[in-house]
């Protein structure tokens, strides 16, 4: 599904049925059809929005490529990546690449930033090149909520409390709350005394796993929590607690 506007293009995906974590979308592209240098768009992006964005995967590429094939234009817009060792905007320290073929990395040159191309593969050039850009919005929720009041936050305003079903979204979350405020962030993942397991609310099986140490008891009133810092282990934690969250959208 699309939203065209003449400045700005919102890019989303739409579900049927279960969703993971990354399919459900924590975050949103946003093309900006206005020409900025990479400083420019970058200072824009995190006044408006989350930052320039970070692309982690195949997946996240396959939503750049849709949104060139949206544009249907040769803007070439830029992405979150700069020549210093090609590091991220965001602070992201995922290592995924889509260079084209032409990519060159003079080790000299310090002032060059990442665009897509016409296919939706990565070029460099100038940072001071004046181009459209791409944002991205993501929803970590900054309030302390407790487990029940975050998620119906979640579902009256975006879609669910977040579901980890893999490494990848693992990492994307450990990226994002590394500066917390609180000490763990809630996820949608409960344990239920009548059937005796634990469960997420998203009904996605829980196969992947990244508990503490001798977690988790089994103990009725708990939610599961991950570590903003450290290792970023899951805990239980008593529903009363509040800790500040992400929502995944559809």
């Given at each position: 599904m699309f939203c065209v506007d003449e400045n700005l293009i919102r890019t989303w995906f739409m579900f049927i049925g279960q969703c993971s974590f990354m399919d459900c979308q924590l975050f949103e592209y946003l093309y900006i059809k206005q020409n900025k240098n990479w400083t420019e768009?970058?200072?824009y992006c995190r006044k408006n929005h989350t930052d320039l964005v970070t692309v982690t995967n195949m997946k996240d590429m396959e939503r750049l490529i849709n949104i060139s094939k949206l544009m249907k234009s040769n803007d070439q817009p830029y992405i979150g990546l700069f020549r210093d060792n090609w590091r991220w905007s965001d602070g992201s320290s995922f290592s995924f690449r889509h260079w084209n073929k032409d990519f060159n990395n003079p080790e000299?040159?310090?002032d060059q930033c990442a665009m897509t191309d016409d296919g939706g593969r990565w070029k460099n050039d100038n940072c001071a090149e004046r181009k459209p850009f791409i944002c991205y919005d993501v929803t970590l929720i900054k309030e302390n909520k407790t487990w029940e009041d975050a998620l119906y936050y979640c579902r009256d305003h975006h879609h669910d409390l977040v579901t980890i079903t893999n490494m990848d979204d693992q990492r994307w979350?450990?990226?994002?709350v590394r500066k917390a405020s609180?000490?763990?962030?809630?996820?949608?993942?409960?344990?239920?005394?009548?059937?005796?397991?634990w469960f997420w609310v998203s009904d996605e099986v829980v196969r992947y796993k990244n508990w503490a140490s001798g977690e988790p008891m089994d103990d009725c009133d708990m939610?599961?929590?991950?570590?903003?810092?450290g290792k970023h282990l899951w805990r239980?934690?008593?529903?009363s607690e509040k800790f500040i969250f992400f929502c995944s959208k559809v």
């Amino acid at each position: 599904m699309f939203c065209v506007d003449e400045n700005l293009i919102r890019t989303w995906f739409m579900f049927i049925g279960q969703c993971s974590f990354m399919d459900c979308q924590l975050f949103e592209y946003l093309y900006i059809k206005q020409n900025k240098n990479w400083t420019e768009a970058q200072q824009y992006c995190r006044k408006n929005h989350t930052d320039l964005v970070t692309v982690t995967n195949m997946k996240d590429m396959e939503r750049l490529i849709n949104i060139s094939k949206l544009m249907k234009s040769n803007d070439q817009p830029y992405i979150g990546l700069f020549r210093d060792n090609w590091r991220w905007s965001d602070g992201s320290s995922f290592s995924f690449r889509h260079w084209n073929k032409d990519f060159n990395n003079p080790e000299s040159i310090s002032d060059q930033c990442a665009m897509t191309d016409d296919g939706g593969r990565w070029k460099n050039d100038n940072c001071a090149e004046r181009k459209p850009f791409i944002c991205y919005d993501v929803t970590l929720i900054k309030e302390n909520k407790t487990w029940e009041d975050a998620l119906y936050y979640c579902r009256d305003h975006h879609h669910d409390l977040v579901t980890i079903t893999n490494m990848d979204d693992q990492r994307w979350i450990q990226e994002k709350v590394r500066k917390a405020s609180t000490g763990y962030v809630w996820m949608g993942l409960r344990y239920t005394c009548t059937l005796d397991f634990w469960f997420w609310v998203s009904d996605e099986v829980v196969r992947y796993k990244n508990w503490a140490s001798g977690e988790p008891m089994d103990d009725c009133d708990m939610s599961g929590a991950m570590e903003t810092g450290g290792k970023h282990l899951w805990r239980k934690k008593h529903d009363s607690e509040k800790f500040i969250f992400f929502c995944s959208k559809v």
